[in-house]
């Protein structure tokens, strides 16, 4: 399933494949983080155009966050804020730029895939919780595995009428 409109999508998951049994009691994290969601999704409520039956079950099938709030009605300050646990009035950080690996005072904070990773987790992500792959430059390693995002998918048409029209906000299951 594709949702065409999201710009961040972050999966930073544990690896549990022969783990011995010291790491048996730690648990698997499976972190989903996505922008432009609202309230669309059919476990949340839903909108008569959506159906969103895979978010559904695995929403079932752990915690599911129902007051969440952003920090920043932008995305960079929100993901800079998500990663590392600081408010934007605290970072700096109010708009489209700077990346914040880029601000003096931020340029060696320890984000939440970091933090994951001294723990003894090996993190992954897809997607562009950091856009522009600005993570993939510099001294600074933020995940172990970084996965790759086919750019350009989408359906052969729009199939929800959306106020501002335009690509964006395709809503649905992706006929794969």
């Known amino acids: 399933m594709r949702f065409v409109g999201f710009f961040l999508l972050v999966v930073i998951s544990?690896?549990?494949?022969?783990?011995?049994?010291?790491?048996?009691?730690?648990?698997?994290?499976?972190?989903i983080a996505i922008d432009d969601l609202n309230d669309w999704v059919g476990v949340l409520g839903g909108h008569p155009q959506v159906q969103t039956p895979h978010m559904d079950r695995l929403a079932e099938r752990g915690t599911l966050f129902t007051n969440a709030h952003c920090q920043s009605p932008l995305c960079n300050p929100s993901r800079t804020s998500v990663m590392?646990?600081?408010?934007?009035?605290t970072t700096g950080i109010y708009g489209l730029s700077p990346w914040f690996r880029t601000v003096p005072a931020l340029k060696d904070i320890i984000t939440l895939p970091q933090h994951f990773a001294k723990a003894g987790y090996k993190t992954f992500t897809v997607?562009?919780?950091?856009?522009?792959?600005?993570?993939?430059?510099g001294d600074v390693q933020e995940f172990d595995v970084i996965g790759r995002t086919e750019r350009g998918v989408r359906p052969k048409e729009?199939?929800?009428?959306?106020p501002r029209g335009g690509p964006g906000m395709d809503w649905g299951v992706y006929p794969l």
């Not at 590392?84 to 009035?89: A, D, E, F, V, Y």
């Not at 856009?131 to 993939?136: C, D, I, N, P, S």
């Open 84 to 89: 590392t646990g600081l408010r934007p009035s």
């Open 14 to 31: 544990a690896f549990c494949g022969s783990v011995s049994s010291v790491f048996a009691d730690r648990p698997n994290v499976l972190f």
């Open 127 to 137: 997607g562009k919780i950091y856009h522009g792959g600005g993570f993939l430059s």
């Open 158 to 162: 729009k199939r929800v009428k959306t």
